[in-house]
């Protein structure tokens, strides 16, 4: 039968488009309308700004393009920035069970390769997203139950990227495993839970987990020697054995607001709250959110920037009853220093409720409790995060309403209509690199 790993390893090298099961198909085009319209609408925030710098001084070449601006660099510098971009605003998609986001760590490097090697067909790109998805989350799973720590999605998201890549730039069988490798060995293996409780643009290391995906498949081309993937330390074989009959990324979640996937339940119920009850936020004396312990870690000051906006569970709250959403409007600058948001926020407070911690993390509910002027108590009752498996997941036409919000500001209307139109048909591309060149600003 051969090892874990090879037959990971098979897994990378002979999934093809027609053997995959139609909903596995239309799974990777919203996936990649999602991911995508993440990745466009983050190039706009600050860590972008200053990755895009960085990559550009220090990353330099004409390998690849950085996404929006239109840029060339090297693929590892491309991977690098769009890798930043694609959670830089947390509204990327999410699997539950490895608490972090398969697609942005997916995406980045198979646009990076796909570049280098010279384009590839639009069902080519599409199935090395499938395996790109199927591999880092069954990282991710293997990654939590081997670690005591909990790690970014950096640290397993390179291991599948570099998979993902060495794929399309035709590697072999030894390539792939050196590949994967040399990923898992210089993966960022970041200490999530401390960069929750002092948020920074480091995020969960995805940019970083990108860039060496690139390097470790360009390592591995040129006979570059990695270690044994761990595939197979998987608990169990079950685990790996399982791909090609148990799709794990139909089981992702989708984010309707730009914040941490622990405060999204809070702001559902905020938002319920104001919707049943025509709540005018002038009546608001105060709020309180019961929830699971980790998110109550989430800081509740005032945000100095969009990561502490992000990883707040009182600003995204607050927002949502003020704005009626949360989104990049809210998160950037000037929304985010707003007098009248920043008084509301003072009034959020958050506390464990034990019988949501014993849910956590294959749930993550909250409760939100208004108190008003006049003496009035309004609760949403427990709540969880809108658009979760198996029972709540977006429609594709809320998928799309969701990437035109975040996509029309930046490239404009008519580009958002094209790469909506190209990418519910993405199968039927013959250049993949379409993408590096719709999603620019036009000039």
Same mark, same amino acid.
């Given at each position: 039968?051969?090892?874990?790993?090879?037959?990971?390893?098979?897994?990378?090298?002979?999934?093809?488009?027609e053997?995959l099961?139609a &909903?596995?198909?239309?799974?990777a085009?919203r $996936?990649?309308?999602?991911?995508?319209?993440a990745?466009?609408?983050?190039?706009?925030?600050?860590?972008?700004?200053?990755?895009?710098?960085?990559?550009?001084?220090?990353?330099?070449?004409?390998?690849?393009?950085?996404?929006?601006?239109g840029?060339?660099?090297? +693929?590892?510098?491309a *991977?690098?920035?769009?890798? !930043?971009f694609?959670?830089?605003? @947390?509204?990327d998609d999410g699997?539950?069970?490895? #608490?972090?986001?398969p697609?942005a760590?997916?995406?980045?490097?198979?646009? +990076?390769a796909?570049e280098?090697?010279?384009? $590839?067909?639009?069902q080519?790109?599409?199935?090395?997203?499938v395996v790109?998805?199927?591999?880092?989350?069954?990282?991710?799973?293997?990654?939590?139950?081997?670690?005591?720590?909990?790690?970014?999605?950096?640290?397993?998201?390179?291991?599948?990227?570099?998979?993902?890549?060495?794929?399309?730039?035709? !590697?072999? +069988?030894?390539?792939?495993?050196?590949?994967?490798?040399?990923?898992?060995?210089?993966?960022?293996?970041?200490?999530?839970m401390?960069?929750?409780?002092?948020?920074?643009?480091?995020?969960?290391?995805?940019g970083?987990? $990108?860039?060496?995906?690139?390097?470790a498949?360009?390592?591995?081309?040129?006979?570059?020697?990695?270690?044994?993937?761990? !595939?197979?330390d998987?608990?169990?074989?079950?685990l790996?054995y399982s791909? &090609?009959?148990?799709?794990?990324?139909?089981?992702?979640?989708? #984010?309707?607001?730009?914040?941490?996937?622990?405060?999204?339940p809070?702001?559902a119920?905020a938002?319920?709250i104001i919707r049943?009850?025509?709540?005018?936020?002038?009546?608001i004396?105060?709020?309180?959110?019961?929830?699971?312990?980790?998110?109550t870690?989430?800081?509740n000051?005032?945000?100095?920037?969009?990561?502490?906006?992000?990883?707040?569970? +009182?600003?995204p709250?607050?927002?949502?009853?003020?704005?009626? *959403?949360?989104?990049?409007?809210?998160?950037?600058?000037?929304?985010?220093h707003?007098?009248?948001?920043?008084?509301?926020?003072?009034?959020?407070?958050? &506390?464990?409720?034990?019988e949501?911690?014993?849910?956590?993390?294959a749930?993550?509910?909250? &409760?939100?409790?208004?108190?008003?002027t006049d003496g009035?108590? !309004?609760?949403?009752?427990?709540?969880?995060?809108?658009?979760e498996?198996?029972?709540?997941?977006?429609t594709?036409?809320?998928?799309?309403?969701?990437?035109?919000?975040?996509?029309?500001?930046?490239?404009?209307?008519?580009?958002?209509?094209e790469l909506?139109?190209?990418?519910?048909?993405?199968?039927?591309q013959? @250049?993949?690199?379409?993408?590096?060149?719709? $999603?620019?600003k036009?000039?």
């Open positions: 039968m051969g090892s874990l790993t090879d037959h990971a390893i098979d897994f990378t090298l002979n999934s093809r488009w053997k099961p &909903e596995v198909q239309h799974q085009k $996936c990649l309308l999602d991911t995508l319209g990745l466009i609408a983050g190039s706009q925030t600050p860590v972008a700004h200053i990755i895009r710098k960085t990559a550009r001084e220090q990353f330099g070449g004409d390998q690849a393009t950085i996404l929006v601006s840029e060339r660099v090297s +693929a590892a510098g *991977a690098l920035a769009n890798g !930043f694609g959670n830089a605003l @947390d509204i699997y539950r069970n490895i #608490k972090g986001h697609g760590c997916a995406l980045p490097p198979v646009l +990076a796909a280098l090697a010279g384009g $590839c067909s639009g080519a790109f599409l199935t090395t997203l790109a998805y199927e591999l880092g989350i069954r990282a991710g799973v293997i990654r939590h139950r081997t670690y005591d720590v909990y790690h970014s999605s950096g640290s397993w998201g390179a291991i599948a990227g570099a998979a993902a890549a060495g794929r399309l730039l035709g !590697f072999n +069988a030894q390539q792939i495993l050196h590949a994967m490798g040399a990923a898992e060995y210089h993966a960022p293996i970041a200490p999530m401390k960069g929750i409780d002092t948020p920074s643009m480091g995020k969960d290391s995805i970083w987990g $990108c860039m060496v995906a690139v390097l498949a360009r390592l591995a081309r040129d006979g570059f020697t990695g270690i044994g993937p761990l !595939f197979d998987a608990p169990d074989a079950a790996v791909l &090609e009959s148990d799709w794990e990324m139909l089981n992702l979640y989708f #984010k309707p607001y730009a914040t941490c996937r622990w405060g999204q809070a702001v119920g938002l319920k049943e009850n025509q709540l005018t936020p002038d009546r004396q105060r709020i309180r959110v019961r929830t699971f312990e980790a998110a870690r989430l800081p000051g005032h945000p100095r920037d969009t990561e502490e906006a992000q990883y707040s569970l +009182a600003f709250v607050a927002a949502a009853l003020l704005d009626g *959403a949360v989104g990049p409007a809210q998160v950037l600058p000037p929304r985010l707003d007098p009248e948001l920043l008084s509301l926020l003072d009034r959020v407070s958050t &506390e464990e409720a034990p949501f911690e014993a849910e956590f993390p749930k993550a509910p909250a &409760e939100v409790v208004v108190e008003t009035q108590i !309004f609760h949403s009752g427990r709540i969880e995060a809108l658009w498996p198996p029972d709540t997941l977006p594709d036409s809320e998928l799309e309403s969701k990437f035109r919000w975040l996509v029309a500001p930046v490239l404009g209307l008519d580009r958002c209509r909506v139109s190209t990418l519910w048909h993405f199968e039927k013959s @250049d993949a690199r379409i993408l590096t060149r719709i $999603c620019q036009a000039r």
